[in-house]
């Protein structure tokens, strides 16, 4: 049910023309009310792309009642022109959905603007305006599934999750199969609540719930110029839960959008659980788990069901975090093949033919864990990161 | 003619039995005086193989008369008794120099050793120490070119340079082709001179060397557990060149071998440049040719012979550098794809059809420059890497 399983919302995914595929690539998300809360979390990349750019604006207004959503081009290191782009899309989205129902007056900066797709190409308006209003007159009630399939790129299959509160729901669609790292991936994610909450409960929930999961899923060590993940709030159910109760919920549905992602992630045959333990500090543990997990010779190594921790070791070296190098342990796949610095148990009882892997680190310098997601470096990352564009 | 083209130095090349194929993996070095200077650079990664522990002891004593390296195994995360057969390695070394040329005694803390191959397996001493020994019977004044090809591990070919003073010679030999990248790379590298200097000045020289030489190939991101770099002197040409001079020619001679190994990395089909420019700092232009250096999806897409230069723009953005988004411009091979952080000339002019692929980024922050090397991310490095060590 996505983004339309919370009450208050309607959601369309419709096909424009931006993809040569001819595949869905306009997705639209309306909150219909009462209220219009929003949070955003961002991209850090200092090259943001058009919509970003734009979209922090609007959620700063802190009243979001569409979201637009195109895949088939990033429209990002499009300079003004392609800023001017995003605002038209805004504004045409605005005017379009006030004249279909024109008891609610709508305001172009009251609509947020996600895109994905190849940076550095404009985008074909021509196309792109005639598929939202072709989105807002397919806008439903259960039109959620139609818009995650919309914002697909290299995604296989979409990616939907539904979380439940005490008479409240949050939905979400999210989209990203590379360029995954802090923060954070290449991905777009519309989180959508019925919950009543303000401004500051939705936006401390977000910022916590990404901080341990899309924050912690690395693919491989590159960071989009488009990342966006934006909490919408209708306040349809009447219901206002605690902060903490918004949280767990909120956290609930990003872990699971999180493991798709990574599960999806371009041409890799593992899904890698990077356990860091008895580190002095989270941060150090964050630190050393995404050490690991960018390191291309330990997910090359792993690609190869080899589990070579001597790879792991010189990942861990090259971090900040406190430890000393003859006290670390390795279990790979509850094999501890690293004891004190050195080999221990024989690395052929190591069972690597399954997808899951887990990986445990622990630094013997504290009580503080963190877990890091990953994926392998495949053939077919390098085969289909190599035919991108062309 | 590699070490051993300078004035006082002996080498050989033997095959011990560390390698399963039966090839070489016993270098020796020797230097015949009449001084027996040393200055060493070497991996910072935490995680140091006991080679690098022990010949950084050595290093700071100040003397070296003898290098023995082996491939094989990287004695590497081998705890205690990696260390004691390191030791052993050197005590083994001195004794067996002092018997054969009994004029001149020889201690274990004047013999550095280095090592090279997988980590976490103890080298099987066995084979090592009689190796040692053939090697030792094996020494000659023309013996550099055996050295060079025992050192080899995943190389396909030997590195060795000559680089000429006045009436003085610097020579080496490196090998290295993953795990590469700063500081330093998977590499072992020998130098040689038999310009008379004293520790100070070699020490100065080989750190501005290799500060703009090794330091600045960046093949994988990923920094090594062995990573050694000696300068021994001979002073055998009785001549003593100036600071100015000797940096000269150890650069010279460091700068060649580094576009070797860059040149010989796992599985690479292009040897990229990334000239960064209009930097406010050298550290500013040296993190952003690093940054675009280790992104994947530039790498992966300069393999497929795609100038994408939005991922390239994405990977600038990650970095702390002083510029401004809009007013990045980037050139592949020549072709000024992106000015003012937009798109410029048509990519379809780029020409990627040959080797070497040159990138050109302009900060427009200051009049800072500096060049980073590195390759691509082809089929043959997930290959290569997912088969190590099994």
């Known amino acids: 049910m996505s983004v339309t399983a919370p009450r208050g919302f309607r959601a369309a995914g419709v096909a424009a023309g931006l993809k040569a595929s001819g595949a869905a690539d ?33 959620v700063r207004g802190g009243v979001v009642r569409a979201v637009v959503l195109n895949s088939g081009g990033a429209n990002a290191c499009t300079g003004p022109a392609g800023f001017s782009d995003t605002h038209a899309t805004a504004e045409h989205t605005a005017a379009a959905l006030t004249a279909s129902s024109p008891r609610r007056l709508l305001g172009a900066g009251e609509v947020a603007v996600c895109s994905t797709g190849l940076i550095g190409e404009r985008l074909p308006m021509p196309k792109l305006l005639p598929g939202v209003r072709t989105a807002i007159r397919g806008l439903a009630r259960d039109g959620g599934a139609a818009a995650a399939e919309a914002i697909m790129t290299t995604d296989t299959r979409p990616k939907t999750t539904v979380a439940n509160g005490s008479g409240w729901t949050v939905g979400g669609m999210a989209k990203g199969a590379g360029m995954l790292a802090p923060a954070m991936a290449t991905m777009l994610c519309v989180l959508t609540t019925d919950a009543v909450a303000g401004p500051d409960t939705l936006d401390a929930a977000l910022r916590a719930a990404t901080r341990v999961t899309f924050d912690r899923i690395d693919s491989d060590g590159c960071m989009s110029t488009n990342d966006t993940v934006l909490l919408l709030a209708s306040g349809a159910s009447g219901i206002g839960p605690t902060e903490a109760e918004l949280t767990a919920v909120v956290t609930a549905a990003c872990h699971d959008l999180a493991q798709q992602l990574i599960a999806d992630a371009e041409g890799a045959t593992k899904q890698i659980a990077i356990d860091v333990v008895g580190a002095a500090s989270e941060d150090d543990a964050v630190e050393v788990g995404r050490s690991v997990a960018r390191n291309n010779l330990v997910k090359t190594a792993l690609f190869g069901n080899d589990p070579n921790w001597g790879r792991i070791l010189a990942a861990v070296g090259t971090t900040s975090a406190a430890f000393e190098p003859d006290g670390l342990d390795v279990a790979v796949n509850g094999i501890w093949v690293c004891r004190a610095g050195a080999a221990a148990e024989d690395r052929s009882k190591v069972d690597l033919a399954g997808r899951d892997v887990t990986i445990r680190i622990d630094l013997h310098a504290g009580d503080a864990a963190a877990t890091i997601w990953t994926n392998d470096l495949s053939h077919a990352y390098v085969h289909e990161n190599s035919a991108y564009s062309t």
Do not use: E, H, S, Y
Request: hydrophobic share 55%; aromatic share 6%; proline share 6%.
């Open 26 to 58: 306009i997705a639209l998300v309306v909150n219909d009310g009462p209220d219009a809360g929003v949070a955003g979390v961002f991209t850090a990349n200092r090259v943001k792309a058009a919509p970003v750019l734009w979209t922090q604006q609007v």
